[in-house]
């Protein structure tokens, strides 16, 4: 599995970015994909995840009702739109992967090289 993000930027509080991850190297049924972050000192926290099959959404408490996760299966993309952007979503972010459709740190068996996203304030 390789899992390519994109879309990281410096922006200022209050705008929107979205960010982008490229699927490739196995079919995605049944597996769930997602999208982590990790900001200097701090450990890898779960933001987003979507049911590669179904679609179905899940969210951090701390981005639910400004972050928006979806998938593009006919594409093998993997969309994350943050809007209201905050300093302290600052952290790089990564695209992962999990089989079975749970997506967690202990779940995901692929994880992206990463995306930058800096927001000042």
């Known amino acids: 599995v390789q899992l390519v993000e994109s879309g990281g930027a410096l922006v200022e509080a209050g705008d929107s970015l979205r960010l982008s991850c490229a699927a490739s190297?196995?079919?995605?049924?049944?597996?769930?994909l997602g999208w982590f972050r990790q900001s200097p000192g701090k450990e890898r926290e779960f933001v987003a995840a979507i049911t590669w099959n179904l679609g179905t959404p899940r969210y951090a408490d701390s981005v639910k009702g400004r972050f928006a996760i979806s998938r593009d299966k006919a594409k093998n993309m993997v969309y994350l739109q943050m809007n209201s952007l905050e300093p302290e979503d600052t952290a790089i972010y990564y695209c992962a992967s999990a089989p079975g459709g749970s997506v967690s740190i202990a779940t995901v068996t692929s994880w992206g090289q990463g995306t930058q996203v800096t927001v000042s304030s």
């Open positions: 190297g196995r079919t995605f049924t049944n597996y769930g």
